[in-house]
């Protein structure tokens, strides 16, 4: 929960350690099912992102509406040291995250998001981001500021799962031993 809740420091070296950190970073995402992952997830403070959000998984969830095929459906991206600097229109979302990997819940965000960051080169890019892209886009960087997306929820909710993740975590210590 710490590293969760902690805000991640800013990449300046675009070395080869960071390109194997990125790769592996991928390979778990893709290994755990997720759309997204942040540096805070796999214990590392670096302000860095992966996401690859497929097509058919997308259209697949229950009670979403579908989308579309849109431009960055089935791509891989890997954002470091990402800002947004545009943000316009609100849009929810039923989100999970792989750090939570019980809890499903709406969560209020904007619709559309302009990111400035820059590639595992060091190369600046931008990209303006719509649907569930804005909305993963909006949760990882919330990952790196150190914050989960439990604390977007309404105070009550959030203090209903605390507890039960409080609850949960003894029995699962001693499952594992
Ligand atoms: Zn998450």
Request: negative net charge; charged residues 35%.
């Amino acid at each position: 929960m710490k590293v969760l809740e902690t805000r991640a420091s800013e990449v300046t070296e675009f070395d080869e350690k960071l390109r194997t950190f990125v790769r592996d970073m991928h390979e778990t995402m893709d290994d755990s099912n997720g759309i997204g992952l942040a540096a805070n997830q796999v214990n590392s403070l670096q302000r860095v992102i992966a996401i690859r959000i497929p097509w058919q998984e997308r259209d697949q969830e229950e009670g979403e509406p579908s989308e579309d095929k849109k431009w960055w459906h089935d791509k891989r991206f890997t954002f470091i040291n990402p800002v947004i600097t545009k943000k316009s229109g609100k849009i929810k979302y039923m989100e999970g995250c792989l750090s939570f990997p019980e809890i499903f819940d709406y969560v209020d965000r904007a619709a559309l998001v302009t990111v400035e960051a820059f590639d595992e080169h060091g190369k600046k890019f931008e990209i303006e981001a719509d649907g569930l892209m804005a909305v993963c886009l909006q949760h990882e960087i919330d990952h790196i500021d150190g914050i989960v997306f439990i604390n977007r929820m309404s105070r009550l909710k959030a203090q209903m799962i605390r507890r039960k993740i409080q609850k949960r975590q003894p029995t699962e210590a001693v499952a594992a031993d």
